[in-house]
């Protein structure tokens, strides 16, 4: 069956810094979302990516999709601690959205 | 108005006994699902219902046994809980399983 890996599984970055996390799975995805999840709280949707080589922004969030539409990143310019939380990928195989481990992120002040 | 809005919140209760949780919708989305977190933070599908209809029906123990009365509701019901058990469940609803997904903000089950 499908697996969608993603690493880190923990980053601790000083605030200002970059983040970035990175999701692959062992077969083609039709389309990438990402969501995140506050500590004590749900996973909320960020984005969905569907064409081969997409890349779409968020404000200082910037969002990746490989060309074998395999892989995706998320990147985090300038963490700062309010992006402090769990950022899941996750890709849909035979109607069920699979969820890779998750990138705990936490930001020194 | 929340989105997805399940109940309890919190529950513990003792092994072996039998709970329910339930979960409304009112965003007009046709499929919802359960997931199961662990401790580790790991999200895992269990159920998905797409307009009362079980679609999904993952490894489940069948302790556990969904029930949708309607496309707006998705309860779950557990028998003979085990310690095991002891998890976060989160009720989710999309507009179909390739869309974003809305999730209710969890049911703490901790059995002891």
């Known amino acids: 069956g499908q697996q969608v890996m993603q690493i880190p599984q923990y980053q601790h970055v000083q605030e200002g810094e970059d983040f970035t996390t990175y999701c692959n799975s062992s077969?083609?995805?039709?389309?990438i979302q990402w969501y995140k999840q506050r500590p004590g709280g749900h996973p909320v949707f960020l984005i969905q990516?569907?064409?081969?080589?997409e890349v779409k922004k968020q404000k200082r969030l910037t969002f990746q999709f490989g060309e074998a539409k395999k892989n995706s990143s998320l990147h985090i310019t300038a963490t700062q601690t309010t992006d402090v939380g769990t950022y899941f990928c996750?890709?849909?195989?035979?109607?069920?959205?699979?969820f890779g481990q998750g990138t705990e992120l936490s930001v020194k002040p | 108005d929340t989105a997805v809005s399940q109940t309890p919140k919190y529950l513990v209760t003792q092994m072996g006994n039998d709970k329910s949780i339930k979960c409304e919708q009112n965003?007009?989305?046709?499929?919802m699902y359960w997931y199961k977190q662990d401790s580790k933070k790991f999200l895992k599908i269990m159920f998905s219902?797409?307009?009362?209809?079980?679609?999904i029906n993952e490894t489940v123990p069948n302790r556990f046994s969904p029930k949708s009365p309607d496309k707006a509701h998705l309860n779950l019901h557990i028998n003979s809980l085990e310690l095991g058990d002891s998890a976060v469940y989160f009720c989710?609803?999309?507009?179909?399983?390739?869309?974003?997904?809305?999730f209710g903000s969890g049911t703490r089950l901790t059995v002891v």
């Open positions: 965003l007009g989305h046709d499929t």
């Open positions: 996750a890709g849909v195989q035979g109607g069920k959205l699979i």
């Open positions: 219902y797409n307009n009362k209809e079980l679609i």
């Open positions: 990516l569907v064409k081969s080589g």
């Open positions: 077969t083609t995805l039709s389309n």
């Open positions: 989710a609803s999309s507009q179909d399983p390739g869309a974003g997904y809305t």
